[in-house]
């Protein structure tokens, strides 16, 4: 493999940490030209495809005190549900999937 061809492979690509943000509702990641969040989210880098977030829980709206209880993911933005026969994978977020489908966080607290 010539070095020409590795430097275009997804890979070598996405070797570059971008800034962006993650938001809670729907687990999308995003980059800071995305423009600006809206909602919960978390802040945080893009490093090969994966979010690693930076602080905790920002954004406004009222934090959920019912629905379906769980946690979200961050490092790939999907749901889990309390039931789920496992521990949560740090670093997550706890709160609520409403009947739409949305997550609404309990607290703006990332545990790491």
Do not use: C
Not at 38 to 43: K, L
């Amino acid at each position: 493999m010539t070095s020409s061809h590795k430097a275009r492979t997804p890979d070598a690509q996405t070797n570059r940490a971008t800034q962006g943000y993650e938001h809670l509702a729907d687990g999308s990641i995003h980059s800071e030209s995305d423009g600006p969040p809206t909602g919960f989210f978390v802040r945080g880098r893009i490093d090969a495809q994966r979010f690693i977030p930076q602080g905790e829980v920002q954004g406004e709206g009222k934090l959920a005190t019912a629905g379906h209880p769980g946690w979200v993911e961050l490092s790939d933005g999907a749901f889990y549900g309390d039931e789920t026969a496992r521990e949560p994978g740090r670093p997550y977020v706890r709160g609520y999937r409403t009947p739409a489908g949305r997550f609404v966080p309990s607290s703006k607290e990332v545990v790491y």
